[in-house]
């Protein structure tokens, strides 16, 4: 199977951005990214790498019970 390449125009319409910001991704080298002349695409795969690897979980409060101050 081989991994769809998008334009940095359908990578800004995922992540829902503008086109500056998958630009910027490329110019500071924190996404993968493949020129095809001076064409410049994103895998698929390299899109949802990013998304996963910059999701921020929940915290999960416990409350052990009310305290009251002596």
């Known amino acids: 199977m081989t ?3 998008l334009t ?3 990578v800004a319409e995922r992540l ?3 086109v500056r910001f998958p630009r910027r991704l490329i110019e500071e ?3 993968t990214f ?3 002349g001076r064409h410049v695409r994103i895998p698929e795969t390299a899109v949802l790498a990013f998304v ?3 999701t ?3 915290v999960t409060i416990r409350r052990a019970g009310l305290r ?3």
């Open 56 to 58: 921020v979980e929940p």
């Open 34 to 36: 493949v020129k095809v």
């Open 3 to 5: 991994d769809r390449l």
């Open 8 to 10: 940095v125009e359908q």
């Open 29 to 31: 080298r924190r996404i």
């Open 68 to 70: 009251r101050a002596a």
């Open 16 to 18: 829902g951005t503008t």
């Open 52 to 54: 996963a690897s910059n």
